[in-house]
């Protein structure tokens, strides 16, 4: 396993120290469940991104919307 580096304002730190104690656990081991957490929620999302066809998709929506183009009511959709 590697190690980084995270730079946190002391107060969170400090508040993490204490959950930690309270918790009697490692800060590392809350901190890797954080980022467990974070990691399944945007799964979708990087799943998503990872199909190149969806990423033009994506990229052509958005600059409908800039151009003001109007979209389809959900009526409208296909299914």
Same mark, same amino acid.
């Given at each position: 396993?590697?190690?980084?580096?995270?730079?946190? +304002?002391?107060?969170?730190?400090?508040?993490?120290?204490?959950?930690?104690?309270? #918790?009697?656990?490692?800060?590392?081991?809350?901190? +890797?469940?954080?980022? $467990? &957490?974070?990691? &399944?929620?945007?799964? #979708?999302?990087?799943?998503?991104?990872?199909?190149?066809?969806?990423? #033009?998709?994506?990229?052509?929506?958005?600059?409908?919307?800039?151009?003001?183009?109007?979209?389809?009511?959900?009526?409208?959709?296909? $299914?």
């Amino acid at each position: 396993m590697g190690s980084t580096t995270i730079r946190i +304002s002391e107060k969170k730190r400090d508040t993490l120290k204490i959950i930690a104690s309270i #918790e009697k656990r490692e800060m590392k081991e809350i901190l +890797s469940e954080l980022i $467990d &957490e974070y990691i &399944e929620r945007h799964k #979708e999302t990087l799943e998503l991104l990872s199909k190149p066809d969806w990423l #033009e998709i994506i990229e052509r929506g958005k600059k409908e919307v800039a151009m003001g183009v109007r979209g389809k009511s959900l009526g409208e959709l296909e $299914d």
